[in-house]
């Protein structure tokens, strides 16, 4: 798959922050790296806990950094895992939240060596539950 230097920038901050991850108890790294509507990049790793429950997925820790910042709107999203594994349905939910258009939110999955997949928000969210604003 050919990228475009935006999308390229995108998945090379997810695969960076994959280096950060705190997972002692699955061994799994996972980076994320989400970019909002003004064209900034906040990225996240997942953070494990003794009490497992507690632990928090990449993706979440980078719409939260996002939305902790001010922004309001992610436009697109780039998880890296060990094994090209896309983002889990928690996950799906929370970054649905503050993307305007499902359809329009572009999803990529890469493991560290190679791009696996392009999705739309909307193809990994069917029938999303939102609130009328
Ligand atoms: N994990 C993520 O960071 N993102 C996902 O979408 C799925 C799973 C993390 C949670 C846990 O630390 C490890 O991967 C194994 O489930």
Request: proline share 5%; charged share 20%.
């Given at each position: 798959?050919?990228?475009?230097?935006?999308?390229?920038?995108?998945?090379?901050?997810?695969?960076?922050?994959?280096?950060?991850?705190?997972?002692?108890?699955?061994?799994?790294?996972?980076?994320?790296?989400?970019?909002?509507?003004?064209?900034?990049?906040?990225?996240?790793?997942?953070?494990?806990?003794?009490?497992?429950?507690?632990?928090?997925?990449?993706?979440?820790?980078?719409?939260?950094?996002?939305i902790a910042a001010g922004a309001r709107q992610i436009v697109a999203v780039a998880v890296c895992t060990p094994d090209g594994a896309?983002?889990?349905?928690?996950?799906?939910?929370?970054?649905?939240?503050?993307?305007?258009?499902?359809?329009?939110?572009?999803?990529?999955?890469?493991?560290?060596?190679?791009?696996?997949?392009?999705?739309?928000?909307?193809?990994?969210?069917?029938?999303?539950?939102?609130?009328?604003?």
């Amino acid at each position: 798959m050919v990228l475009l230097p935006e999308h390229k920038e995108l998945t090379q901050a997810a695969r960076a922050a994959r280096a950060h991850a705190y997972a002692p108890y699955s061994n799994y790294a996972v980076g994320a790296a989400v970019r909002t509507e003004d064209g900034r990049i906040f990225t996240g790793c997942n953070i494990e806990n003794a009490s497992y429950g507690l632990s928090i997925c990449a993706e979440r820790v980078a719409v939260f950094n996002a939305i902790a910042a001010g922004a309001r709107q992610i436009v697109a999203v780039a998880v890296c895992t060990p094994d090209g594994a896309a983002p889990c349905g928690a996950c799906r939910q929370v970054l649905a939240e503050f993307a305007p258009d499902l359809n329009a939110c572009t999803v990529w999955v890469v493991r560290p060596d190679e791009v696996v997949a392009r999705y739309t928000l909307a193809e990994l969210l069917p029938q999303a539950f939102r609130l009328d604003r």
